[in-house]
């Protein structure tokens, strides 16, 4: 199963880039062995101002015609090893493609969200749509390592 991250904003340089970098390449090469795979990532920007509306239509466009997740702070919590299981049972199920988003400043568009498989959130804090996608990278590396039996998630 390939998945692909639809984020709304461009990534410039910088340590965040690295470490987004680091742990999608470390998902890909653990991945591969289990049938996971990093597939696109596709940034979307609202260069007119829409708001949400806006870049949920940008979103849709950009979805690789797949089912999607949504990354929301109403969205259910999900301890490592339930999200490892999520991925799993997609991936599983013969899902070819999985998409992750990441909304703007604002978030998620409410129908965006509501057309979503499933929502997620990374806890009860909101984060910065850049640290989501660091922390979501690492959440899907340790979700690869999870499902290999490696030592890496230490619970």
Do not use: N
Not at 8 to 32: A, S
Not at 41 to 46: A, G, K, P, R, S
Not at 88 to 110: E, K, Y
Not at 125 to 147: D, F, G, K, N
């Amino acid at each position: 199963m390939r998945v692909h991250l639809c984020v709304v904003g461009r990534l410039r340089g910088g340590p965040e880039k690295t470490l987004i970098d680091d742990y999608l390449g470390r998902f890909d090469k653990t991945g591969r062995g289990l049938g996971l795979s990093l597939g696109q990532v596709l940034e979307v920007e609202d260069r007119k101002g829409g708001g949400m509306a806006a870049e949920a239509a940008l979103i849709r466009k950009a979805l690789p015609g797949a089912i999607f997740w949504v990354l929301d702070e109403r969205g259910r919590k999900m301890t490592s090893p339930q999200f490892a299981d999520a991925l799993g049972v997609q991936r599983d199920a013969g899902q070819g493609d999985l998409a992750l988003v990441i909304g703007g400043a604002d978030g998620i568009d409410p129908a965006l969200r509501a057309e979503a498989a499933l929502a997620i959130s990374l806890g009860q804090m909101v984060w910065p749509h850049i640290l989501a996608r660091v922390m979501l990278s690492e959440q899907l590396y340790r979700a690869a390592s999870i499902l290999a039996g490696s030592p890496y998630h230490r619970a």
